[in-house]
């Protein structure tokens, strides 16, 4: 699973061609010109075609090559377009509970104005929940689950991502997944459900981080 978005991406350019055939100097036209006049004008007429055809290969030359360069920006430009438009904007919604009981069945966390969640601005979805207890367990099982709420029948459906407090974890826990697994669209609310078995202490109060990504697409 990628840390954070991002692109990781090279476009070849192409490779410059060279004109060795004027570079090395085999087309001086003063060099080893025989007499008579004739025969130099000969000479010159041909040297000077031997400059036009190597000039005619190096313009074909260029041409591939800026053929090849065209290619290559527009890969570069559909790649950055593609990048803008999956551009990912990772957030946090915090819910907490006072007192936790020893035995509670989905109890809908608040956020500090409501228990029905946070309304999602975005399509996205859920990657990580965090639980802390600021009292560490001395019995029983404390679980957080992530929950979304539909935004057009209003049933909510429980995710299965979910972070423990137990006997190993007795203070704090966290659980990641990939982004794309759980998803939700924009207008649904995001909350947290919390369910207890024989935990002990009742008077531990809790904080619970959902990390979400949006991306703009279920995905």
Same mark, same amino acid.
């Given at each position: 699973m990628p840390e954070r978005a991002g692109l990781e991406h090279t476009i070849a350019h192409a490779e410059l061609p060279r004109l060795k055939m004027i570079r090395g100097g085999q087309l001086n036209l003063t060099r080893g010109l025989s007499v008579p006049l004739q025969e130099r004008i000969a000479e010159l007429a041909r040297r000077m075609e031997a400059i036009e055809e190597a !000039? =005619?290969?190096?313009?074909?030359?260029?041409?591939e090559y800026l053929k090849r360069e065209q290619v290559s920006l527009s890969a570069a430009i559909d790649l950055l377009a593609r990048g803008i438009n999956e551009r990912s904007l990772d957030l946090a919604c915090y819910f907490f509970l006072d007192n936790v009981g020893a035995n509670l069945t989905d109890q809908a966390l608040s956020n500090g104005m409501?228990?029905?969640?946070?309304a999602a601005e975005d399509f996205g979805s859920i990657t990580s929940i965090t639980?802390?207890?600021?009292?560490?367990? $001395?019995a029983g099982t404390l679980t957080v689950e992530a929950v979304v709420t539909d935004r057009d029948d209003a049933t909510t459906a429980k995710s299965g991502f979910t972070a423990v407090l137990d006997a $190993?974890?007795?203070?704090?826990? $966290?659980a990641r997944q990939d982004p794309g697994t759980d998803?939700?669209?924009?207008? =649904?609310?995001?909350?947290?459900?919390?369910?207890?078995?024989?935990?002990?202490?009742?008077?531990? =109060?809790? =904080?619970?981080? !959902?990390?979400?990504?949006?991306?703009?697409?279920t995905r």
């Open positions: !000039l =005619d290969r190096g313009a074909e030359q260029y041409l409501s228990t029905r969640g946070f639980v802390t207890s600021n009292a560490a367990r $001395t $190993t974890n007795t203070r704090t826990n $966290t998803t939700f669209e924009e207008g =649904d609310l995001l909350g947290v459900y919390i369910t207890t078995a024989s935990f002990a202490p009742t008077t531990a =109060d809790i =904080d619970v981080c !959902l990390g979400i990504r949006y991306t703009g697409r």
